[in-house]
């Protein structure tokens, strides 16, 4: 299991029975935590880049929000200085009670980041080979360079010394001496060639013990000198080994979920297996307790030496939110059904979320609409359809659901089915206004009409080009895009009423124009490549012009606002009159977008075993953790539905705190 020298400090070896102090939970899913030894404080960061301060009681003592997305994050053991590095890149520096002290650009490509135990220096690495020094008050104090960038730098507690890691095997010590004027310089003082990279890098307080975790090659052990003392082997992927102060313990996590407690000789005192493998680790200075974070957002301390206590298992635990002011944000779901008989058929069902009267339509590849309360009552199961495809979509009091053949409209205030009385080939298209307009239907992609919804034509027209986006308007109105770049708009009985032509033949998003518009405002479309949101009355004429800061490729209506999504998930909201109203960070591209019960706008989306609601800024309004695969989602006023496995699971819309 282990080769390390005889002369290792230890412990006795009796083994231990841990007690579980408490669990806190974070907003959104844990990004990373970090001890100040010395003061006892815990400081995390998560993925909605909220920001605490926790005690060792479990008591959260400060919370703020970053004010971009993080990238690392370290606190000195004293607690007086947190740093952080995030996007642009920057460099913030805090106060122990996270009030901003400095907000100043980092060194491009950062790759690494710590601060010395006294809060009185900050090293950021970059990926350009060298590490810039700053002093606390954020100016800098010198740097020093490398052959190779470094992925991992701590400081030595107890001499001016650092202890860093490349990004390509090799593991390093680092002198550090004053420069005078409160400068201060790095020289290499030695390097040594590792067979792995390192996940973690940590030391004890004088240096005579440091751990490099080297995934499956253990956790290897060096001194001050930069001689490789043995290794530490628990049979799995070694991903954070942390000594205490003294290097008497160690507490190891793997990848397979495996958290020990061994002691300076390498013997197994402890160990248990987690649900997931952790995101963070941490050892008290005195060996008495551990913290550890996983990825959904727990944050554990086991106390090791326990009295009294029921001993610390795997097993399910009270959790409390790490804000005090209010309950967590994770929730189970309200209800949730079988719906499925595959993986396949979940994977590739359909699901609309209706808010007048509040219903989940859902249609897997039986081609059967099923229809649910809010309640979780299934209504019942409409005909099969025949045909290939599969849409699904709501209006207020109706839901719709088609194949390329065939349309079957669902009437939810009456809870009544019945098939429009059409002959469908290769539906594209389709837009649901049952009761001011009827049903707008495109064909074989060029061919558009207006039906009522028992199934009569009231008009057809035959294109040249085709259709790339269909919407109804007021007063019967109907508008296409076109490949081309045209925007057409045809009257109530099908005649031409409206003409746009773009400067470019790229085909145009459209949508009809959201509640609260200016009454000369009917459409709106988006050029993608040439970036410009556009707003048009009835007849197509253009009545305002916003330019959008990146390609787009979608619009998404919600209610009083327009979203104009990105590829990579950046999004912009804009109401009627084109102005911008808020603006997202980076989210999950094939997320949805739907009005929170503040009546913003807000984004739903899957990140792993992760569903988040979020509102525009990022902030986490709740989330739930999966069991299974999450699959296809839905999202309205009224809630969210989501396929999580083969179960159909609904998520009621709460007041925002």
């Not at 060639?193 to 013990?209: E, F, P």
């Not at 043995?230 to 942390?242: C, D, I, K, R």
């Not at 197509?540 to 490729?553: L, Q, S």
């Given at each position: 299991?282990?080769?390390?020298?005889?002369?290792?400090?230890?412990?006795?070896?009796?083994?231990?029975?841990?007690?579980?102090?408490?669990t806190?939970?974070t907003?959104?899913?844990?990004?990373?935590?970090?001890?100040?030894?010395?003061?006892?404080?815990?400081?995390?960061?998560?993925?909605?880049?909220?920001?605490?301060?926790?005690?060792?009681?479990?008591?959260?003592?400060?919370?703020s929000?970053?004010?971009?997305?993080?990238?690392?994050?370290?606190?000195?053991?004293?607690?007086?200085?947190?740093?952080?590095?995030?996007?642009?890149?920057?460099?913030?520096?805090?106060?122990?009670?996270?009030?901003?002290?400095?907000?100043?650009?980092?060194?491009?490509?950062?790759?690494?980041?710590?601060?010395?135990?006294?809060?009185?220096?900050?090293?950021?690495?970059?990926?350009?080979?060298?590490?810039?020094?700053?002093?606390?008050?954020?100016?800098?104090?010198?740097?020093?360079?490398?052959?190779?960038?470094?992925?991992?730098?701590?400081?030595?507690?107890?001499?001016?010394?650092?202890?860093?890691?490349?990004?390509?095997?090799?593991?390093?010590?680092?002198?550090?001496?004053?420069?005078?004027?409160?400068?201060?310089?790095?020289?290499?003082?030695?390097?040594?060639?590792?067979?792995?990279?390192?996940?973690?890098?940590?030391?004890?307080?004088?240096?005579?013990?440091?751990?490099?975790?080297?995934?499956?090659?253990?956790?290897?052990?060096?001194?001050?000198?930069?001689?490789?003392?043995?290794?530490?082997?628990?049979?799995?992927t070694?991903?954070?080994?942390?000594?205490?102060?003294?290097?008497?313990?160690?507490v190891?996590?793997?990848?397979?979920?495996?958290?020990?407690?061994?002691?300076?000789?390498?013997?197994?005192?402890?160990?248990?297996?987690?649900?997931?493998?952790?995101?963070?680790?941490?050892?008290?200075?005195?060996?008495?307790?551990?913290?550890?974070?996983?990825?959904?957002?727990?944050?554990?301390?086991?106390?090791?030496?326990?009295?009294?206590?029921?001993?610390?298992?795997?097993?399910?635990?009270?959790?409390?939110?790490?804000?005090?002011?209010?309950?967590g944000?994770?929730?189970?779901?309200?209800?949730?059904?079988?719906?499925?008989?595959?993986?396949?058929?979940?994977?590739?069902?359909?699901?609309?979320?209706?808010d007048?009267?509040?219903?989940?339509?859902?249609?897997?590849?039986?081609?059967?609409?099923?229809?649910?309360?809010?309640?979780?009552?299934?209504?019942?199961?409409?005909?099969?359809?025949?045909?290939?495809?599969?849409?699904?979509?709501?209006?207020?009091?109706?839901?719709?659901?088609?194949?390329?053949?065939h349309?079957?409209?669902?009437?939810?205030?009456?809870?009544?089915?019945?098939?429009?009385d059409l002959?469908?080939?290769?539906?594209?298209?389709?837009?649901?206004?049952?009761?001011?307009?009827?049903?707008?239907?495109?064909?074989?992609?060029?061919?558009?009409?207006?039906?009522t919804?028992?199934?009569?034509?009231?008009?057809?027209?035959?294109?040249?080009?085709?259709?790339?986006?269909?919407?109804?308007?007021?007063?019967?109105?109907?508008a296409?895009?076109?490949?081309d770049?045209?925007?057409?708009?045809?009257d109530?009985?099908?005649?031409?009423?409206?003409?746009?032509?773009?400067?470019?033949p790229?085909?145009?998003?459209?949508?009809?124009?959201?509640?609260?518009?200016?009454?000369?405002?009917?459409?709106?479309?988006?050029?993608?490549?040439?970036?410009?949101?556009?707003?048009?009355?009835?007849?197509?004429?253009?009545?305002?012009?916003?330019?959008?800061?990146?390609?787009?490729?979608?619009l998404?209506?919600?209610?009083?606002?327009?979203?104009?999504?990105?590829?990579?998930g950046?999004?912009?909201?804009?109401?009627?009159?084109?102005?911008?109203?808020?603006?997202?960070?980076?989210?999950?591209p094939?997320?949805?977008?739907?009005?929170?019960?503040?009546?913003?706008?807000?984004?739903?989306?899957?990140?792993?075993?992760?569903?988040?609601?979020?509102?525009?800024?990022?902030?986490v309004?709740?989330?739930?953790?999966?069991?299974?695969?999450?699959?296809?989602?839905?999202?309205?006023?009224?809630?969210v539905?989501?396929?999580?496995?083969?179960?159909?699971?609904?998520?009621?819309?709460?007041?925002?705190p």
């Amino acid at each position: 299991m282990t080769d390390v020298p005889t002369h290792a400090p230890t412990r006795k070896s009796a083994r231990l029975e841990p007690s579980l102090a408490w669990t806190i939970l974070t907003d959104a899913p844990l990004q990373g935590l970090a001890l100040a030894r010395e003061a006892g404080m815990i400081f995390a960061w998560d993925e909605g880049d909220q920001l605490y301060v926790i005690d060792a009681n479990g008591e959260r003592r400060s919370a703020s929000r970053a004010p971009d997305r993080i990238i690392a994050g370290a606190i000195s053991d004293n607690g007086a200085l947190v740093a952080l590095l995030g996007k642009g890149p920057r460099l913030w520096l805090l106060s122990a009670d996270l009030e901003p002290i400095v907000d100043r650009p980092a060194p491009s490509d950062p790759s690494a980041l710590a601060v010395d135990p006294h809060g009185l220096y900050v090293a950021v690495a970059s990926k350009l080979d060298f590490t810039q020094f700053y002093n606390r008050h954020g100016r800098q104090a010198g740097r020093f360079e490398t052959r190779q960038a470094l992925a991992n730098i701590c400081f030595l507690p107890g001499q001016p010394f650092l202890l860093a890691t490349a990004a390509y095997g090799a593991i390093m010590g680092v002198e550090i001496e004053s420069a005078g004027s409160g400068q201060i310089r790095g020289e290499v003082a030695w390097q040594q060639a590792l067979l792995s990279n390192v996940g973690r890098l940590a030391t004890s307080g004088d240096g005579g013990m440091v751990l490099a975790s080297c995934y499956t090659h253990g956790v290897q052990r060096y001194d001050l000198r930069g001689h490789n003392e043995g290794s530490y082997h628990l049979g799995g992927t070694a991903t954070h080994a942390v000594p205490d102060f003294a290097g008497r313990g160690i507490v190891v996590s793997t990848l397979e979920g495996e958290l020990a407690v061994l002691n300076g000789a390498g013997n197994v005192r402890w160990k248990t297996a987690l649900p997931r493998a952790v995101a963070a680790l941490e050892f008290d200075a005195l060996g008495r307790y551990l913290i550890y974070g996983l990825p959904t957002g727990e944050i554990t301390r086991l106390d090791l030496e326990a009295s009294g206590r029921n001993p610390a298992s795997p097993a399910p635990v009270t959790i409390h939110s790490a804000r005090a002011h209010r309950s967590g944000p994770v929730r189970p779901p309200d209800w949730i059904v079988p719906v499925a008989k595959s993986d396949e058929q979940a994977e590739t069902a359909v699901l609309a979320v209706l808010d007048d009267p509040p219903r989940v339509g859902f249609m897997t590849g039986r081609n059967q609409l099923q229809i649910f309360t809010p309640s979780g009552q299934n209504l019942g199961e409409a005909p099969e359809l025949p045909g290939v495809g599969r849409i699904v979509k709501a209006a207020p009091g109706w839901i719709a659901a088609a194949t390329d053949r065939h349309v079957l409209l669902y009437n939810a205030r009456q809870n009544t089915v019945h098939n429009m009385d059409l002959s469908l080939v290769e539906l594209t298209h389709l837009v649901l206004r049952p009761d001011t307009y009827g049903v707008a239907l495109v064909q074989e992609g060029d061919r558009l009409g207006r039906a009522t919804p028992p199934g009569q034509w009231i008009w057809r027209q035959e294109l040249k080009s085709q259709i790339e986006d269909l919407a109804v308007g007021p007063g019967g109105a109907t508008a296409i895009t076109t490949e081309d770049g045209q925007l057409l708009i045809y009257d109530a009985v099908g005649e031409l009423a409206g003409h746009f032509s773009a400067n470019q033949p790229e085909g145009l998003c459209l949508v009809a124009a959201p509640a609260g518009a200016p009454d000369d405002v009917a459409w709106i479309t988006l050029a993608r490549r040439f970036q410009t949101l556009l707003g048009h009355d009835l007849s197509g004429r253009v009545v305002w012009e916003t330019p959008i800061p990146w390609e787009a490729w979608q619009l998404h209506p919600i209610e009083s606002m327009v979203i104009v999504a990105a590829p990579d998930g950046h999004a912009l909201a804009f109401d009627g009159s084109g102005q911008l109203r808020a603006q997202s960070r980076d989210a999950d591209p094939q997320c949805v977008y739907c009005a929170g019960s503040d009546g913003e706008p807000w984004i739903v989306g899957r990140q792993g075993v992760h569903l988040i609601c979020t509102d525009f800024s990022g902030r986490v309004k709740w989330r739930a953790v999966a069991d299974a695969p999450l699959g296809p989602l839905s999202a309205g006023r009224s809630g969210v539905a989501v396929l999580i496995g083969r179960s159909l699971a609904w998520f009621q819309a709460r007041q925002s705190p």
